[in-house]
């Protein structure tokens, strides 16, 4: 096949930006993905691998009570993080089964009392994919749909809430938004159509950011996982209202262990890096909190003042600090992530999948799929700097003024041409 | 995921990018695929005694997408219409390493491809009408 080749220019080896003094490459900008083990946890945990090994349900002997005591606590530690008591909290092996154990458990244990559970288009897939679950079981599901802003309203939850509704399932702040829902009062709108109704809440991604307070909030069972809050992988928390009791039948049956919820030998040295983390953050959230929202807001900023064309999703007023949730208007979000390989971020864009849908979290909200497609979301957190942020800046803008200067939609737009007036042809 | 160096290399250094005049005769232009899909390409020919004589494109799209039509128009350059129209995305597929879930990329660049010959050939029978 006669092929002509043009001659490709060499690789551009050197970096499309200059990189600050003091700031390391890669760049961790994905902190509500996961984030690394804060070394004062990791710390804590050690001796627990090889010195105090004990099974802590082993009441006979030294070791078991090491471990025992070191458990306790860790639980004491997790449950002043949130508002809650030590006796309240359930060791699990992350949020998913926190959050499966949650509604599964008390849809199951209430089930004379109903059979609907009620929750949002935009939670994270451990609670739709639970409630999709209990769906096929024969269980009523209602899923709300959030406004443009990402938050549903108190009256149209206490709306969706009949004389059958066991459980409400909302989360505090959204994974890919950040979006914080007003929860206190969706929960005084929730018990005031239906008394006997519980509120189960996934606050994996407010824990430690945000305060949260269990008890002001007056709910009735919270879903935690610690690796979110500079903790280890494999280890969360439900946290269980004992005043009035709430009860909840156990996905794992065994030795009875964390009293009878969840039965299964406690991972001691993870348990522990969960209470260290939890105090960490609890010590740190007042000064933390607000260095995180400086950092977003000049990432914002910063973004803003060399770029057009940005579209933030989601209420920036009602919104973890950490996050930053973007579109890049004409830039296609994988390809821009591709430019920022020195900067791990996320794109909403599903190009790596085989459905090539964008995110659901910001189709639920109404972004247009040709935005939705160009976001991507920066989850600041205790470990970025302000030099780092300022390179992600630099990078951001240099690559999305590269990708532009590539992209037909952004030549139809300068030419003043709308993109919605075109017969496109979907694939 | 990992791309392909060639993948890469395409999508740091695309050749070809840029935009031909869609109205002159002897340009033929292609623009495939949809916003909402995260895939638009736009990839326009010159033509000069039935043979292409410069290629441009621009790419709204994945890596993958980007160095699809970068590398289409890299083949078609010298070629007849016939010979750019007989393209097929496999081989564009095996020339980048291109996975299971970007096969789509060098189908829409395939498309483009024939799209912008389709458009050339319907503006010179439009103009041998006219003669």
């Known amino acids: 096949m006669a092929t002509t080749v043009t001659a490709a220019p060499s690789s551009t080896a050197t970096r499309l930006v200059a990189v600050p003094a003091g700031v390391t490459l890669p760049i961790f900008m994905d902190n509500h993905s996961t984030t690394p083990v804060d070394p004062r946890v990791l710390e804590a945990m050690l001796p627990y691998f090889t010195q105090h090994f004990g099974n802590a349900a082993s009441r006979n002997h030294s070791f078991g009570w090491a471990a025992e005591?070191?458990?306790?606590?860790?639980?004491?530690?997790?449950?002043?993080?949130?508002?809650g008591d030590a006796k309240e909290i359930v060791f699990t092996s992350g949020a998913t089964e926190a959050i499966n154990l949650a509604i599964k458990g008390a849809v199951s244990y209430y089930k004379k009392q109903g059979n609907h559970v009620v929750t949002v288009e935009t939670e994270h897939k451990a609670t739709l994919d639970t409630c999709k679950r209990l769906q096929r079981d024969g269980i009523e599901v209602t899923v709300l749909r959030p406004g443009s802003d990402g938050l549903v309203t108190p009256q149209q939850v206490a709306d969706a809430v009949t004389d059958k509704t066991v459980v409400v399932s909302i989360m505090l702040a959204n994974n890919e938004i950040g979006v914080i829902q007003p929860l206190a009062e969706i929960v005084a709108a929730v018990k005031t159509k239906n008394g006997k109704t519980l509120?189960?809440?996934?606050?994996?991604?407010?824990?430690?950011?945000?305060?949260?307070?269990?008890?002001?909030?007056k709910l009735d069972l919270a879903s935690l996982s610690?690796?979110?809050?500079?903790?280890?992988?494999?280890?969360?928390?439900?946290?269980v209202r004992r005043k009035p009791r709430i009860r909840i039948d156990p996905l794992i049956d065994g030795g009875g262990h964390e009293r009878g919820m969840r039965s299964g030998t406690l991972p001691v040295p993870l348990i522990v890096g969960f209470g260290k983390a939890a105090e960490v953050a609890a010590a740190d959230l007042a000064t933390e909190g607000p260095r995180m929202l400086a950092l977003r807001e000049r990432l914002h900023r910063g973004i803003n003042a060399r770029l057009v064309e940005t579209y933030v999703n989601g209420s920036l007023e009602h919104r973890l600090p950490g996050n930053l949730n973007i579109s890049?208007?004409?830039?296609?979000?994988?390809?821009?992530l591709m430019a920022l390989k020195d900067v791990a971020v996320s794109s909403g864009s599903a190009c790596t999948s085989a459905s090539l849908e964008p995110s659901y979290v910001l189709r639920a909200l109404g972004v247009g799929e040709e935005l939705a497609h160009t976001s991507i979301r920066f989850g600041l957190g205790r470990f970025n700097t302000e030099a780092e942020v300022d390179y992600t800046i630099d990078l951001v803008a240099t690559s999305v003024e590269r990708l532009r200067e590539l992209s037909p939609l952004w030549e139809m737009h300068q030419d003043g041409i709308d993109i919605k007036s075109i017969q496109w042809t979907p694939h | 995921?990992?791309?392909?160096?060639?993948?890469?290399?395409?999508?740091?250094?695309?050749?070809?990018?840029?935009?031909?005049?869609?109205?002159?005769?002897?340009?033929?232009?292609?623009?495939?695929?949809?916003?909402?899909?995260?895939?638009?390409?736009?990839l326009q020919i010159r033509v000069k005694d039935g043979v292409i004589s410069d290629a441009k494109f621009k790419t709204f799209g994945c890596g993958s997408a980007i160095a699809s039509s970068s590398l289409a128009t890299e083949m078609i350059k010298g070629m007849t219409l016939d010979q750019a129209a007989s393209i097929?995305?496999?081989?564009?597929?095996?020339?980048?390493?291109?996975?299971?879930?970007?096969?789509?990329?060098?189908?829409?660049?395939?498309?483009?491809?024939?799209?912008?010959?389709?458009?050339?050939?319907?503006?010179?029978?439009?103009?041998?009408?006219?003669?």
């Not at chain 2, 996975?99 to 483009?112: F, N, Q, T, Y």
């Open chain 1, 199 to 217: 509120v189960h809440s996934d606050i994996v991604q407010a824990a430690g950011k945000i305060p949260v307070d269990v008890e002001a909030l």
């Open chain 1, 226 to 239: 610690a690796h979110k809050m500079y903790g280890p992988k494999g280890i969360g928390a439900l946290w």
């Open chain 1, 69 to 83: 005591a070191a458990v306790d606590n860790a639980r004491a530690q997790v449950a002043a993080l949130i508002g």
């Open chain 1, 328 to 336: 890049f208007a004409f830039v296609e979000g994988e390809s821009l």
């Open chain 2, 1 to 42: 995921m990992a791309y392909s160096d060639k993948v890469i290399d395409h999508y740091e250094n695309p050749r070809n990018v840029g935009s031909l005049g869609k109205d002159e005769d002897d340009v033929g232009t292609g623009l495939v695929g949809a916003p909402a899909c995260g895939d638009v390409m736009k």
């Open chain 2, 88 to 131: 097929r995305n496999t081989e564009i597929v095996q020339e980048l390493n291109l996975p299971p879930v970007k096969i789509h990329c060098s189908v829409l660049a395939e498309d483009a491809i024939k799209a912008a010959v389709d458009d050339y050939k319907k503006k010179q029978a439009a103009r041998d009408a006219q003669a």
